[in-house]
Every structure is written in structure tokens, then in C-alpha cells.
């Protein structure tokens, strides 16, 4: 896989009430990736971010009903594998990350020989860092990965991440719906595929709210936990991986 005009590059932006920025999201991508196709997966909004597609002619995948991130997710996956993309980039709707990483993501992806380029934001520790509570959970996970796995990872639930085309077609038949995150990093350690990490800079979220409140993060840190157990433990057969029944 070579790196620029060859590599079929799609920016999957799953957005869920992101109307006031999802103008500038795309902005960023024409302007600062440019050789990125780019779908927005629109999660049942109740805001108008529908209107806001429709008006700016934008690629757009109108979801009936709300399946969260990880519903969101997946079918930005069964449309680049449904397409033909050798790239499937998380850019998400909320105008935290920045589209001029995405080169980088792809370089290492290609030279590394990797299935999945995640962003972290704790390597040179610039840019937002999120908040305490947050930093604990991300800790605690990292941790989590590791004596499961033996991967160390610093950003197990960071969104920004470039999955080539093997993960493209895991990730398009296996997805967790709450919370993905660091629960298809076990599942890709489990099966041998290869996850590395750049360091990027992200922006505080310009509009909207995060969907993890202080009052659900209890909840958060046990599900995934056991998810995470239950991803560690499954093995994915390849002919369930590479059907071509999307």
C-alpha cells in the first residue's frame, strides 16, 4: 500500500446533534486532507444536523433510529468496505480532531505494515488533555489492555484512528455499540492484528456535550471492563471476518 492518489482514504464522521460544527469538520478534511472521500453518519439527531447536510449538499448516511457510536461507527465501516476503501479514518463530529494528522496516520500505517493507527493525545502531552475523571478511566483502561493483551497503549479511547483494510472488514461484521473504544482494541490484539499509536493534539469540544457524565461513569468502567473480558476470550474466525455479505 502506498501512501497518497493510490490509498482509497474515507473520513467516517459519526455525528449525533453536531449541527453547530459540522461545517467546520468537513472544512477541516477538504482543506487539510484533501485526498479523503468523507461520510457523515447522522445517529437519529434531534438537532438539525440533518438540515444542515441536506443544505451543504454534504455525503450523508440518515440513520432511522439512534444506535450510538458504536452503531454509528460500524455502518461508516460497512460503507467503506461496501466501497472499496483501503482506509477508514474516525474523524468525529464534535470539532475535537484535527483532519492535517490524518497524513501521519497514514504514513505510519503504510511503512508499519499496521491494521489500525490510533491517535493518542499522551505521548507529547499537548493540546487538551481532558479532564481528571476522564484521565483516570483512560489510565485505568490502558492498564486493563495491557495485562490482557501485553499491548501497551496510552490512549485507549481516543476516536481519532485510521484502520486499514483488514480492520475495515473486521470492524464492518464486529463492533461493539456502547463505548467501542477499547473494547476492539483487545478484539484486534486477540487476533493478531497490528495497533500503533502517533501523538496528536486535540481541541476542547466547541459545541455540544460528551455522552460520559460523571454519573455514568461508574456504569462506563464496568460494562466496558467486561466487555473487554469478553472481547479478550473471542477469537474471530476469518471467513466471519471477510464475508462478503456486508
Same mark, same amino acid.
Given at each position: ?9 474515507? %473520513? ?10 459540522? +461545517?467546520?469538520?468537513? +472544512? ?30 454534504? @455525503? ?12 454509528? !461507527? ?5 460503507? =467503506?468496505?461496501? &466501497?472499496?476503501?483501503?482506509? =477508514? ?7 475535537? &480532531?484535527? %483532519? &492535517? ?9 503504510? %511503512?508499519? @505494515? ?17 479532564? =481528571? ?12 489492555? *495491557?495485562?490482557?493483551?501485553?499491548? *501497551? ?11 486499514? *483494510? ?6 464492518? &461484521? ?8 477499547? +473494547?476492539?482494541?483487545?478484539?484486534? %490484539?486477540? @487476533?493478531?492484528?497490528? !495497533?500503533? +499509536?502517533?501523538?496528536?493534539? !486535540?481541541?476542547? *469540544? ?41
Amino acid at each position: 500500500m502506498c501512501v497518497g492518489d493510490t490509498m482509497k482514504v474515507l %473520513a467516517i464522521i459519526p455525528a449525533y446533534n453536531e449541527a453547530e460544527t459540522l +461545517e467546520s469538520v468537513v +472544512e477541516d478534511i477538504r482543506e487539510n486532507a484533501p485526498q479523503c472521500d468523507y461520510v457523515i453518519v447522522n445517529d437519529c439527531s434531534t438537532d438539525n444536523t440533518r438540515d444542515v447536510c441536506r443544505e451543504n449538499g454534504f @455525503n450523508v448516511i440518515n440513520l432511522p433510529f439512534n444506535l450510538g457510536i458504536g452503531g454509528a !461507527m460500524q455502518t461508516g465501516y460497512k460503507y =467503506a468496505l461496501r &466501497h472499496g476503501y483501503d482506509v =477508514a479514518v474516525q474523524i468525529d463530529g464534535d470539532g475535537q &480532531h484535527m %483532519a &492535517h494528522y490524518i497524513d501521519g496516520a497514514l504514513e505510519k500505517l503504510a %511503512a508499519e @505494515n499496521a491494521d489500525l493507527i490510533i491517535g493518542s493525545r499522551y505521548i507529547d502531552k499537548e493540546g487538551f488533555q481532558s479532564g =481528571a475523571l476522564r484521565r483516570m478511566g483512560i489510565k485505568y483502561f490502558a492498564w486493563l489492555i *495491557r495485562l490482557l493483551t501485553g499491548k *501497551r497503549v496510552t490512549d485507549p479511547t481516543s476516536g481519532f484512528r485510521a484502520a486499514g *483494510r483488514g480492520a475495515i472488514e473486521l470492524f464492518a &461484521h464486529h463492533y461493539p455499540v456502547d463505548f467501542p473504544e477499547p +473494547e476492539t482494541l483487545v478484539l484486534l %490484539a486477540r @487476533n493478531g492484528y497490528k !495497533m500503533l +499509536e502517533i501523538s496528536v493534539e !486535540m481541541k476542547t *469540544r466547541s459545541a455540544g456535550k460528551s455522552s460520559i457524565t460523571p454519573l455514568k461513569s461508574i456504569y462506563y468502567m464496568v460494562k466496558v471492563s467486561l466487555s473487554m473480558l469478553f472481547a479478550w476470550k473471542e477469537q474471530v474466525q476469518p471467513t466471519d471476518a471477510f464475508s462478503a455479505n456486508v
